[in-house]
């Protein structure tokens, strides 16, 4: 069964331009793995600081091994994760 994240970073407006220019990179490696349907990354129009990420894997086995990746731990982890002011993850399950 196919595993659907969304997550909301707001991101600390000092560190703003730091994390955009880490996004790519991690777009990019995300959707290279086995397992991706898609990753998307939309900024908020309201909110410059405000990210929101978009990403579905084929299972939760897949889902697992990019929160395990070394990308996921060495951007994610490293270089965003503590430049966030919140976060919150939400697994969602399409209706219509």
Not at 1 to 12: G, N, P
Not at 24 to 40: H, V
Not at 84 to 91: A, F, I, K, M
């Amino acid at each position: 069964m196919e595993r659907e994240v969304i997550a909301i970073w707001k991101v600390r407006a000092s560190e703003t331009e730091r994390v955009l220019g880490l996004l790519p990179a991690l777009a990019a490696q995300t959707r290279g793995e086995e397992g991706n349907i898609f990753y998307s990354v939309y900024r908020s129009e309201t909110d410059p600081n405000e990210f929101i990420l978009h990403e579905c894997y084929a299972d939760e086995h897949a889902a697992d091994a990019h929160r395990k990746s070394d990308h996921y731990q060495n951007i994610v982890v490293a270089e965003i994760i503590p430049h966030l002011e919140s976060r919150t993850v939400t697994v969602v399950k399409k209706l219509l």
